[in-house]
Every structure is written in structure tokens, then in C-alpha cells.
């Protein structure tokens, strides 16, 4: 069966790379347009609302007369795209006036797709609910803006996922951010969530806490705010971009975590309108793979186990050119938030490598192509700990198996049009996961997982166990038109995930081979601040990360129902 999963993913993969390919598109890594005034080529920053950014844009430019070239690249969840043009774009040439009052008129009985006074030529309400989403304010001689399309792409905890650093210098270079300004957002997602479980006590995870209930309950329904944020963006200067994030949780792991984190924090040293080259440094996601979640609210099995933060800081290098993006970044080999984890605390010892390469296939349809390599990851020994200070306070396994790294490597491969989206990554160790080699309690391995049954039981060269930890992640999503002009979402999701061979462990009773995770969900965007939604999710397999020789089974079953609401500003 993995023999036969390997092919069909290698055959995939020659396909993809073999269908002829002859520019970028904007769902992943950008697309360009043309801007007003003195911008001339700009960036459309990753999932943005590319047309409502240019509408957005104009009325942001103050009080004047412009005359502007808009060439609109398709591409956006929930824009308007019934006039398409062959060629994929679609162009207009639009004289206005913008009046001291923030009204925007059309000039010489020219059209203007924007947003006009009443008594103006063209009115045009989208347009309208675009302006308001980004208002700003002068206080103490500083710009204080807020824009609703910037903090959906810093704060959208499914999707653009590893993209921030390159998402903050897009939206600057399509002028979307203003220069020598502080942004001030927020989001916010939560809801009602239920689950039902066929074992008592055992309700998977769904890359979420909290513990939904007692050992003896098999079914429990909460309300949890998942993610309540703040997002601080500065743009001082032509290079400097600050990004924090303050973040509150009730679903990250409460013994050791706060629910009050400063979750990212950093910096970026780039102009996308001057050069290719950009620098990051801070705390933040680091760079590696993909993991956007096509769900409402649940990630899937592949951001669950490889999406890697940092808790310390990150040196980040990137490039961006004509639709490639290539990546590295270096950082404490200590346990970072997420994932990642290596040798000893103090030294820069662990590392990570990413690349993107976006085509269009013609009309609105495009083809991404990425992947990446994260040097060392939690999975390197059997001494599991959801956090740092887990680690530090914890107790490992009497016999402590702990291999030289275990490294992870990641591909991906998005298709991406108007109405249909359709995406497939692959994730996996290059080494088993220590704590998933059948063993007794004391960290032991069975004899029969020994090369020399009297040798050693901690040296991974004596252990003949090759089962490496992998995710296979596929997903749907399909965006059919709403009468407000936005596009609904309804999105199938499925994920396999591979943990050990089908020997369990006879002593604690416990199975713990395979895992799996699939779900169906729909998001209805109500305007640019506020978007609801409900998914169903079917897990099989309860595999903790912590002790899962102890406590797992691969055959539970459960069913989850969730339903909520993102708002932001």
C-alpha cells in the first residue's frame, strides 16, 4: 500500500511538472497589476481580495484628480469576475476626483468602477463597502489606519499559513499598506463545538485543545474562543515592516501555555518595488511547506503535526521573482513553539529551506508547485512534551532513544481558479518517530524491533524499525457566486496519516499505526468584516502526542460539528 502511495504521488508530480506553464497567478505567491499615480507594476499579496485592494487603494489617496490604467487580475474568494476578458485581465482607463469630504466623483462622464457621491456618473456599492474597510486617523502626528483586507491576510488562522513575511511586503508594493503608518487590526474566531466519540475519554484532537471533557464522558459540546487577536503593523520608512500579534486562546495547551501570548513579533527588511531580495528576523512562523487548512475552523492532519513556530527568533532570507519564492531560515536548535526541535538550547543549530513556483494555465486557472526541508523536529526521540517547559519539567523514558535528527521534507502541488480550488501536500519525517517504535512503558523496544537483541535498546543503529511519521493531505473547495457579490466556500477535506507498523503494544493494549481525519464545511462571507461557517468532522484514530504507547487506539471513531464565526477589522 505505501509502495503503491508513493508511485501515485511520484506520477502525480512528473504530470504537474510536465503541463506547459507560461506565467504567475495571484492565489498563491501573486499576481501583478498596475496601480495609481507614481506605483507602476505592483504585487497582489497571497489570499488578498485582489480587486477590492485597488478600489480600496483609490479612495485611500486623499483629495486630488487622478487619472488611472486598472488592470485587474482575477482571483479573489468572493469578487465579481463576470466580465472576463481572453487574455485574463481586464483593463479600464478611469479619470476621478476625490474631494476633501473623502467623496469620489468620475470626471468628463468617464465610468469609475469605485465610490462615487450619489450624484456622480457610476455608483458602485461594492466599491463602496471597500472604502469603508479602511479608514484611518491622525493622532499625535502619526497615521493610525485600519484595513480589513490587510488583517484578513495577517490573521486568517486556516489559510496562507507560512506566507506572512511575503504577504506584509505584497501588500506594501500594491499599496494596499500606506507608507509611514501603524495599522491597527484585530480577529476574532469562535463558536460552538460538539463531539461525539465511540470511547469514553478519547476525543482526537482536531489540532485543537481543550480537553473537551472527563475520562468517562463520550460525547461534550463547548463554546471556545479559538483565536481572539491584535495586529500591530508599522511602515515606517521605504525597507522597515514591523509586524506584532498579541494573542488570546482557550484552545492551546493550558498545563504549560498561557491563553495570552505574544505569538508573532518581527520585522522585515525588503521593497518588492526595488529589488527581489527581502530579510525577516523575529518570532514567527518559520518557512516551511505549505498547511493552508480548506476548513472553516479545523486544521488538517498535516498542519497538525509539521506546521512549525518558533518561540524564539528566526533569520529569515528570502527572494521573489516572476513567481518563484525561495526561502531559508536558521534558528535555536531548542523546542520552538511548534515542530521544530533540535540539540542543545543555546545554539543556532536547526534550520529550514522553502520554494514556491506558481504558473497560469490559462483564463483564470494557475498551477503551484513547492516544497521544503526542515532540518530537525520534534519526532527525534521518545520523549514527548507538548512545550518547552514540558521538557524542562518533565521526566524522559528510563531508556531514551534519541536519533542524530529527524528531519522533515514537504511537497505540494495547487490548482487554483475562479470557482474551483483543488490541492494535494505531502508530508514526512526521514526517520521513524522514536516514541511511535513499539516499546515497553519504560521507553524499552520490543526484542523483535532490535537488530541484536543483547545489544543496545537506545542506539537507533540497533533498532530495525523504519516506519517514518508522514501526512498525506487532499482537499477541495468549490466557490459558487453569492447574490452579494461574495463567493460562498464549501470545501472537502481529507487526511491520512501514517504513525507505525499495525504491531501496537501488547502490554498496554494500545494501537497506534494510522490516524485519519476528513471533513465537510462551508463559510458564508456576509461582508468584508464578518464571515460564518460549519463543518462536520469524522476522525479515526486517538494517537496523543504525549505517551501514545499508552493511551492510544487507532480504531476509535468520532464525529465533530462545529460551527462559528471569524469577524475582524
Not at 505567491?29 to 505592483?42: C, D, E, I, V
Not at 495599522?183 to 469562535?190: D, E, R, S
Not at 542543545?344 to 490559462?362: H, Q, R, S, V
Request: aromatic residues 12%; proline residues 5%; glycine residues 8%.
Amino acid at each position: 500500500m505505501k509502495n503503491a502511495l508513493k508511485l501515485t504521488l511520484l506520477g502525480a508530480s512528473a504530470l504537474a511538472i510536465s503541463v506547459p506553464v507560461t506565467a504567475n497567478h495571484n492565489h498563491g505567491l501573486r499576481g501583478m497589476f498596475k496601480a495609481p499615480q507614481a506605483h507602476q507594476t505592483q504585487y497582489v499579496a497571497p489570499q488578498s481580495w485582489q480587486e477590492k485592494q485597488l478600489h480600496a487603494q483609490l479612495a485611500q489617496m486623499g483629495p486630488g484628480t487622478y487619472t488611472v490604467t486598472d488592470t485587474i487580475y482575477p482571483g479573489s474568494h468572493d469578487g465579481p469576475h463576470q466580465h472576463r476578458t481572453p487574455e485574463y485581465v481586464r483593463t479600464q482607463h478611469v479619470g476621478y476626483s476625490v474631494a476633501e469630504n473623502g467623496h469620489i466623483q468620475t470626471q468628463q462622464g468617464l465610468r469609475l468602477r469605485g465610490f462615487a457621491s450619489p450624484n456622480a456618473v457610476h455608483y458602485d456599492p461594492a466599491a463602496r463597502k471597500a472604502f469603508l474597510a479602511n479608514r484611518s486617523h491622525n493622532v499625535g502626528g502619526i497615521t493610525v489606519r485600519t484595513n480589513a483586507h490587510h488583517s484578513r491576510d495577517m490573521l486568517d488562522w486556516q489559510e496562507n499559513t507560512t506566507g506572512r513575511t511575503l504577504t506584509l511586503l505584497a501588500n506594501r508594493a500594491n499599496g494596499m499598506l500606506k507608507d509611514n503608518s501603524i495599522y491597527l487590526g484585530a480577529g476574532f474566531q469562535g463558536g460552538f463545538k460538539y463531539q461525539k466519540t465511540s470511547m469514553d475519554g478519547q476525543f482526537p484532537i482536531l489540532s485543537r485543545f481543550p480537553f473537551f471533557s472527563d475520562s468517562g464522558d463520550d460525547e461534550a459540546g463547548v463554546f471556545a474562543i479559538d483565536h481572539a487577536a491584535l495586529s500591530f503593523t508599522s511602515t515606517f520608512g521605504d525597507w522597515t515592516t514591523v509586524y506584532l500579534q498579541p494573542e488570546y486562546s482557550e484552545t492551546e495547551y493550558g498545563r504549560d501555555q498561557d491563553e495570552f501570548q505574544l505569538r508573532k513579533a518581527f520585522v522585515v527588511f525588503g521593497n518588492l518595488e526595488k529589488t527581489p531580495f527581502y530579510a525577516a528576523f523575529g518570532r514567527k512562523t518559520i518557512d516551511f511547506g505549505n498547511f493552508d487548512s480548506y476548513n472553516a475552523f479545523t486544521h488538517n492532519e498535516g498542519a497538525h503535526y509539521f506546521w512549525a513556530v518558533s518561540d524564539q527568533p528566526v533569520a529569515e532570507v528570502g527572494y521573489y521573482k516572476n513567481g518563484l519564492k525561495l526561502t531559508a531560515s536558521a534558528f535555536s536548535a531548542g523546542r520552538q513553539l511548534r515542530v521544530a526541535l533540535a540539540g542543545e538550547d543555546n545554539n543556532i543549530g536547526n534550520y529550514a529551506f522553502n520554494g514556491e513556483k506558481e504558473f497560469l494555465l490559462g483564463g483564470s486557472k494557475a498551477f503551484t508547485l513547492g516544497g521544503g526541508y526542515l532540518h530537525d523536529t520534534i519526532y527525534r526521540d521518545n520523549f514527548t512534551a507538548h512545550t518547552f517547559q514540558g521538557r524542562q519539567n518533565g521526566t524522559a523514558p528510563a531508556n531514551f532513544i534519541e536519533y542524530d535528527r529527524n528531519s522533515a521534507v514537504n511537497a505540494f502541488a495547487e490548482y487554483n481558479s475562479d470557482f474551483f480550488d483543488l490541492m494535494v501536500e505531502y508530508t514526512t519525517t526521514l526517520k521513524p518517530w522514536a516514541a511511535a517504535i513499539p516499546q515497553l512503558p519504560d521507553g524499552t523496544p520490543f526484542p523483535q524491533y532490535l537488530n541484536n537483541p543483547a545489544g543496545s535498546t537506545t542506539d537507533p543503529d540497533n533498532i530495525n524499525f523504519d516506519e517514518k511519521l508522514s501526512v498525506l493531505v487532499a482537499q477541495a473547495r468549490v466557490k459558487p457566486m453569492l447574490p452579494n457579490g461574495r463567493r460562498m466556500a464549501i470545501s472537502a477535506v481529507g487526511s491520512w496519516g501514517n504513525i507505525s507498523d499495525d504491531f501496537g503494544n501488547p502490554i498496554t493494549g494500545t494501537t497506534f499505526d494510522k490516524n485519519q481525519q476528513h471533513a465537510l464545511s462551508l463559510e458564508y462571507p456576509v461582508n468584508d468584516f464578518l464571515d460564518f461557517g460549519a463543518e462536520y468532522v469524522y476522525n479515526k484514530g486517538f494517537i496523543p502526542f504525549v505517551a501514545p504507547q499508552l493511551v492510544s487506539n487507532a480504531e476509535t471513531e468520532a464525529h465533530a460539528i462545529n460551527v462559528g464565526f471569524k469577524a475582524r477589522f
